[in-house]
């Protein structure tokens, strides 16, 4: 410490003492300690309470070692002159330099009394209090401080600290904020404020201050750690998201920004990308795993969760979840274990219900219906509201073709559902309720159930299909608005960028390679064998190679001959749509033929994707696809006429024959020589069509016709039928309300062989607004006349190209009272019901309708025309096969 520069105090005393002061205080000036020290004890001596003497000889005794007697020599001094502030605040240097903090505060403080303009000393009596741990003691003189110089921004941080260390945050975070206003560059008094908002309970402005600051230091980590967890804490998911990106950015393997990440992967079309990511930066973590495993099983990525799943067991070896879990999606690929690890997974937490549903959709999968129902009532009975419980039992009547009895507990479902928690529940319980609905042909209730669905998960393209397949059997729907409806698909789809296609090459005339995809490579449920193994056993394989897209785990020996017709099979239902794609552009597919549509079990949202550079739409989905990535549909002049090609997103090519090619399977049964109003004694009206397409108007104009041949009756098939089950009560309780009773009706469940029962039937009887498919060639196969009714819209006209293509087009009919005089004709004129029965399975077998090679050919012709076009670098545009074309077999 250098002496005082005022001039030293004359105390009364000799010349020579002050003449010696004056040299001493000379040499201390100039550093000669040692000479300064010998001069001011000589002074002492003469004058020994000199108060300058004292205290600057005990700044020396300080400076040369001997704190203890420089405090001492200091306190004399005070002693000599308690009214110099020079002295207590050197003091209090001298005592903070012997760690007597208290003592030293004392000090400054009185130097503060004698000085009060100067604010330098409640500072320094402030940062003793604060090195005794006084903070509240250490804030007023800080204040003092503030007050004489407001605009110092270290005094203005420290006050800050000292209030939020004694637990004032919000005080604090206001002087933290006046600080770092005063001066920006103070990066800690502003990371300061954002803590003591926080900790002071102002969540959302503590955010808001470390996003600022973030912006400010963009290099700064802190800021960012704390902007992440408290938007977390907010809810804010978008500002935490931003803010571990950034994080990211500066330190890429930071687990908590990985782990904010990948917890906002909650959507079924997101990718766990960040999930995953976490499980590598933390491989040992289970509950990470486990978490993974989860999303990747909801995001139907089922052999990844599976290996995830195996994975978590290693880690946690009785894990209950992970057995559950690893159990589930075995049953789900089909795979064996399935069952045991369920079960394993219930013995580990007997009364966990989540484990106990688990086992009941193991035992679904594993087509064990019975097994699954005690699982899924296990789960209620150990958590009566659980909603996945309920929503499973609804499920399961549903696919046991128990619509009616499904509806009530899907409905409680609803009931029981929170709309934050139980989101996904909610969205499958409502769009079950939809299915459940449609299948009893309720189909303006249906769609608003699927709309309910589609509100809480608006992008869950499975939900959302089948809302489309049923508006188009609703028959008050507007087709522009159906047709709207299809075209918005695409727009709830996850973004994919174009890719290019890597062909074989653009050769307009080499052998095309084509691929279909579809669910239906089997015998049931779907029409494949009907309608798509004649083509693809059909294929000239000379100007096509087939590669078969399997894209469900059943099989049966309906698949074994599709596999065998193919050049190339893969098996896909496993498949995500990006690792589909991937397949498919690796197979260098030229066209893509997708047979599925809307339907259950389809891939809309792989064929939006563009994996082929042309593709094509088997319409055996009623309608159009409503994808820009579709290029063209098959279709005919009578299933697609004039005007209709405004209804579709796709170009149409117009076959000369069918738009379909029909192949019967095998059956026991042939049509009976005579038909059975011989045997009964009445006529036998029948419809074998799935009774979602009996909807009010087709029952109405079946009652009229019931009434108008008061001895005839109906005969009604399709699954869930004649069990006396809900659907049986709902479909007699319509008719009743139209006067047919009871005995009028008779309701039939599935059979085996689905042509037994059509030798029951004088006529098939095709509903009016939707018209029947495969049902309508059964029936001509089996020697049955079907009555047909136009109707507006796609579905209504298959009828009137199916039966035009036998030469029956005498039995397509434009309106109701048509349809009733054909009908009663039918039922009255033995002569008309005979000729229209005659040799019509021989009439059917020359008929276009099963011409295999012809409708390949026409098929092969419109592919050609169709890569010629892209080879060419010309848009899709709609065309006609001309018969020539078929001929020739190279379309033009």
Not at 96 to 102: G, I, K, P, T, V
Not at 150 to 166: E, F, M, R, V, W
Not at 374 to 388: E, F, G, I, K, N
Not at 617 to 642: E, K
């Amino acid at each position: 410490m250098k002496p005082n520069q005022r001039p030293p105090h004359r105390p009364a005393g000799t010349a020579d003492a002050q003449a010696l002061l004056t040299r001493a205080v000379t040499h201390h000036q100039t550093g000669q300690l040692a000479e300064a020290a010998t001069l001011y004890e000589q002074v002492l001596k003469r004058l020994p309470k000199q108060a300058d003497a004292l205290h600057l000889s005990g700044l020396i005794k300080a400076q040369t070692g001997a704190v203890t007697e420089g405090i001492e020599r200091i306190r004399q001094a005070v002693k000599a002159d308690p009214r110099q502030p020079l002295f207590h605040a050197n003091l209090g240097r001298l005592l903070e330099a012997a760690e007597q903090w208290e003592d030293a505060a004392t000090a400054f403080r009185s130097a503060g009394r004698l000085a009060p303009l100067d604010p330098s000393l409640p500072r320094m009596e402030a940062a003793a209090w604060t090195k005794l741990g006084r903070q509240d003691t250490a804030a007023q003189p800080l204040l003092r401080a503030m007050a004489l110089e407001p605009a110092d921004a270290g005094t203005a941080a420290d006050l800050g600290d000292a209030l939020y260390d004694c637990g004032r945050f919000l005080p604090a975070a206001d002087w933290y904020g006046r600080a770092a206003a005063l001066e920006p560059h103070r990066v800690l008094a502003a990371f300061n404020r954002g803590a003591a908002l926080r900790d002071g309970g102002r969540i959302a402005e503590a955010a808001a201050a470390f996003r600022a600051l973030a912006g400010r230091a963009p290099e700064m980590v802190e800021p960012l750690e704390h902007s992440m967890q408290l938007s977390q804490q907010l809810g804010d998911g978008g500002g935490a998201r931003t803010a571990a990106r950034r994080l990211l950015a500066l330190v890429p393997a930071q687990a908590a920004a990985v782990r904010s990440l990948g917890s906002a992967e909650t959507g079924p079309a997101q990718e766990p990308v960040w999930l995953a990511r976490l499980a590598r930066l933390e491989p040992l973590a289970d509950d990470v795993v486990l978490a993974l495993a989860g999303r990747l099983y909801g995001r139907r990525r089922i052999a990844a969760a599976e290996r995830a799943y195996r994975h978590a067991l290693v880690l946690r070896p009785g894990s209950g979840l992970a057995l559950s879990g690893l159990g589930l999606a075995r049953a789900t690929l089909g795979m064996a274990g399935a069952v045991p690890a369920v079960l394993r997974a219930v013995r580990v937490a007997p009364v966990d219900a989540a484990l106990a549903a688990n086992a009941g959709s193991a035992f679904q999968l594993a087509l064990q219906p019975e097994a699954a129902l005690s699982w899924h009532r296990r789960a209620l009975v150990l958590t009566p509201d659980a909603v996945a419980a309920w929503v499973n039992i609804g499920t399961l009547l549903l696919e046991a073709n128990a619509a009616e009895e499904a509806i009530p507990p899907l409905d409680r479902a609803g009931r029981l559902g929170d709309i934050t928690r139980d989101m996904d529940q909610l969205a499958l319980a409502n769009s079950n309720l939809g299915v459940a609905r449609m299948a009893l042909g309720l189909h303006g209730e249906a769609v608003a159930a699927f709309r309910a669905a589609l509100d809480r998960t608006p992008d869950d393209a499975s939900i959302r299909s089948n809302m489309l397949f049923c508006l188009c059997f609703d028959d008050r729907a507007d087709p522009v608005e159906v047709f709207r409806e299809h075209r918005a698909f695409e727009r709830h789809l996850p973004a994919v960028p174009a890719a290019p296609h890597a062909v074989e090459s653009r050769d307009p005339e080499r052998r095309l390679r084509v691929g279909y995809l579809s669910p239906d490579f089997q015998r049931y449920p779907g029409p494949g064998y009907h309608f798509l193994l004649p083509l693809i056993e059909g294929h000239d394989r000379g100007r096509v190679e087939v590669t078969c897209y399997h894209n469900d785990r059943s099989r049966d020996a309906t698949t074994d001959r599709f596999q065998a017709a193919a050049d190339r099979w893969r098996d896909v239902a496993v498949l995500t749509d990006e690792e589909l794609d991937r397949r498919i552009r690796e197979d260098r597919i030229d066209i893509l033929v997708d047979a599925g549509g809307h339907m259950s079990r389809n891939r809309m949202a792989l064929v939006a994707r563009r994996p082929a550079p042309v593709q094509v739409s088997l319409p055996l989905y009623p309608n159009t696809t409503g994808l820009s990535a579709v290029d063209y549909q098959i279709a005919d002049p009578r299933v697609a006429p004039p005007g209709a090609d405004a209804l579709h997103a796709e170009k149409l090519i117009r076959l000369p024959g069918c738009v379909l090619c029909y192949r019967p399977a095998d059956s026991a049964f042939a049509p009976p020589v005579l038909p059975p109003v011989e045997r009964t004694g009445h006529i036998t009206f029948g419809s074998f069509n799935n009774i979602t397409k009996v909807n009010a108007a087709t029952i109405a104009l079946w009652a009229r016709l019931l009434a108008l041949v008061p001895t005839a009756k109906l005969v009604l098939k399709w699954r869930g039928l004649g069990s006396g089950g809900g659907a049986d009560r709902r479909l007699l309780a319509a008719f009743a309300g139209h006067g047919i009773g009871a005995e009028r009706l008779e309701l039939r469940g599935i059979t085996p062989d689905p042509y037994q029962d059509y030798v029951t039937i004088d006529v098939a009887l095709d509903p009016v607004f939707a018209n029947g498919g495969t049902t309508i060639c059964d029936a001509l196969w089996m020697g049955v006349p079907v009555l047909n009714r136009t109707g507006p819209t796609k579905i209504g006209h298959w009828g009137a190209t199916l039966l035009d293509a036998v030469g029956m087009a005498e039995l397509v009919t434009r309106d109701d009272e048509a349809y009733l005089a054909q009908g009663v004709r039918l039922a009255t004129d033995r002569a008309f019901l005979d000729g229209q029965r005659e040799s019509l399975r021989e009439r059917m077998r020359r008929s276009a309708l099963m011409d295999e090679p012809g409708y390949a050919r026409a098929v092969e012709a419109g592919y050609r025309t169709a890569w010629r076009r892209w080879c060419a670098g010309l848009p899709a545009v709609a065309f006609d096969v001309a018969a020539f074309d078929v001929v020739d077999g190279e379309g033009r």
